[in-house]
């Protein structure tokens, strides 16, 4: 599975959001995107996902990808238990997949819960989980950890490598926690204000179960990313 994005440009109403952005992406690789809020980078999942087409550039990906996406919103049913969210997106049930999934994201015990019983940090884990029920070769998740306290954030990214290293799918992964980017890429894009470009692209060779974020490397990595941020 691969996917090259060549000089994406994107407008609204005249108004240019996404210029020029360059990507490739592989099976099994995390690209981590950060940026700063309204650049654009929801937009560029919607491009990614096919839900939007760009204006200028080109997306090469085979017809056949089967993508998954985590929206900034959870996007769940709310007549529908947590259960039944996540079974209602296969036709086949799998209820011991589907059990093992709703622990694997900490919500074991609430299975019959409807959304609106959830915390907005559980309803985001429930379409965590429901992405991986969906199973694809390309995850797209945009902010899914935002609703998550410090600690849950961490829990959350071992759950989210030990079910990448399971799928072994490619995942587009848009945060404004520079942590999660450093814990999680295998390549960081640091996206301009709008209209957004890639301002700096860094690769990260060192295994993600290997990360410390006390690490020299990730801590300049870390300073690179605020530099350009704040630029
Ligand atoms: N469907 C649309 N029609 C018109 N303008 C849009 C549309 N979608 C997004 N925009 C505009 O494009 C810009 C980028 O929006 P986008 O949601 O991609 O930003 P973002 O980087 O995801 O921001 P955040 O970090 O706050 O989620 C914003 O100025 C927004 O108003
Ligand atoms: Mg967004």
């Given at each position: 599975?691969?996917?090259?994005?060549?000089?994406?440009?994107?407008?609204?109403?005249?108004?240019?959001?996404?210029?020029?952005?360059?990507?490739h992406?592989?099976?099994?690789?995390?690209?981590?995107?950060?940026g700063?809020?309204g650049?654009?980078?929801?937009?560029?999942?919607?491009l990614?996902?096919?839900?939007?087409?760009?204006?200028?550039?080109?997306?090469q990906?085979?017809?056949?990808?089967?993508?998954?996406?985590?929206?900034q919103?959870?996007?769940?049913?709310?007549w529908?238990?947590v259960?039944?969210?996540?079974?209602?997106?296969?036709?086949?049930e799998?209820?011991?997949?589907?059990?093992?999934l709703?622990?694997?994201?900490?919500?074991?015990?609430?299975?019959k819960h409807?959304?609106?019983?959830l915390?907005?940090?559980?309803?985001?884990?429930?379409s965590i989980a429901?992405?991986?029920?969906?199973?694809?070769?390309l995850l797209?998740?945009?902010?899914?950890?935002?609703?998550?306290?410090?600690?849950?954030?961490?829990?959350m990214?071992e759950?989210?490598?030990?079910?990448?290293?399971?799928?072994?799918?490619?995942?587009?992964?848009?945060t404004?926690?520079?942590?999660?980017?450093l814990?999680?890429?295998?390549e960081?894009?640091?996206?301009?204000?709008?209209?957004?470009?890639?301002?700096?692209?860094?690769?990260?060779?060192?295994p993600?179960?290997e990360?410390k974020?006390?690490?020299?490397?990730?801590?300049s990595?870390?300073a690179?990313?605020?530099?350009?941020?704040l630029?």
């Open positions: 599975m691969q996917i090259r994005l060549e000089n994406i440009c994107k407008c609204f109403d005249g108004v240019p959001v996404l210029e020029n952005i360059n990507m992406l592989h099976k099994g690789k995390i690209i981590c995107i950060v700063p809020s650049c654009g980078k929801s937009t560029f999942l919607n990614l996902s096919r839900l939007d087409l760009p204006d200028n550039g080109t997306i990906m085979d017809a056949s990808t089967k993508t998954a996406y985590v929206f919103e959870d996007r769940l049913l709310p529908e238990s259960y039944d969210n996540i079974r209602f997106v296969k036709n086949a799998d209820s011991r997949q589907i059990l093992s709703i622990e694997d994201v900490g919500l074991k015990g609430y299975e409807l959304p609106d019983q915390s907005g940090g559980m309803r985001q884990r429930c429901r992405a991986f029920y969906y199973g694809s070769d797209l998740m945009d902010e899914p950890f935002k609703s998550l306290d410090f600690n849950l954030r961490f829990e990214i759950k989210l490598l030990l079910l990448w290293e399971k799928s072994q799918c490619a995942i587009v992964f848009v404004h926690e520079i942590d999660e980017a814990l999680l890429g295998d960081i894009l640091v996206f301009s204000k709008r209209p957004a470009h890639v301002l700096e692209s860094l690769e990260i060779k060192t993600q179960r990360r974020l006390g690490d020299p490397h990730l801590l990595l870390r690179k990313i605020v530099e350009n941020i630029r």
